[in-house]
């Protein structure tokens, strides 16, 4: 298998909670390595930009105000299989729908604040790393 890089957010209700070392106890429990990092506030720009893919989904607007309303922290992880094993230990966009043990049916509050955030492929992975990090803050 082989190393990937994939991007995560800690979503305004893991920030809010004081539970960011909790989710990445998880995280890092599942073998992943956080390689970069960072705690920003995002602008409403960026949120624009990052979830561009929704602006048609009726949820659009709730989620860029829910993801500028407090810090978030973003970050890199590295590991074999990392975009599909990180979507694995996450769980369900839903967290009705997601297995015990998973990010989002330990922590998220709802469909919307689902707690974290993680690429679905490759090539979103490149992109969404580029959106937030230069190459040279990503240390292994
Ligand atoms: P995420 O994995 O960051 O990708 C898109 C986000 O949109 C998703 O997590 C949720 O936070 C949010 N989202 C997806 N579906 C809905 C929905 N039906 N209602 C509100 N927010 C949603």
Redesign the pocket.
């Known amino acids: 298998m082989a190393i990937e890089h994939t991007f995560s957010?800690l979503?305004p209700d893991v920030t809010r909670r004081n539970l960011t070392g909790k989710v990445n106890a998880v995280i890092e429990a599942a073998g992943l390595r956080i390689v970069a990092q960072k705690r920003i506030h995002m602008t409403r720009a960026q949120a624009e930009k990052f979830?561009g893919v929704?602006k048609e989904?009726?949820?659009f607007g709730?989620?860029v105000e829910?993801?500028t309303a407090a810090p978030v922290v973003v970050q890199v992880l590295q590991g074999e299989n990392a975009i599909a094993k990180y979507r694995e230990v996450?769980g369900a966009?839903?967290p009705e729908k997601a297995d015990a043990g998973t990010i989002r049916k330990e922590f998220a509050l709802?469909?919307?604040?689902?707690s974290?955030?993680?690429s679905?492929a490759p090539e979103t992975a490149a992109q969404e790393i580029a959106q937030f990090f230069a190459g040279n803050e990503i240390v292994g």
């Open positions: 957010i979503k979830y929704h989904r009726p949820f709730e989620l829910m993801m996450m966009t839903n709802s469909m919307g604040e689902n974290a955030h993680g679905d």
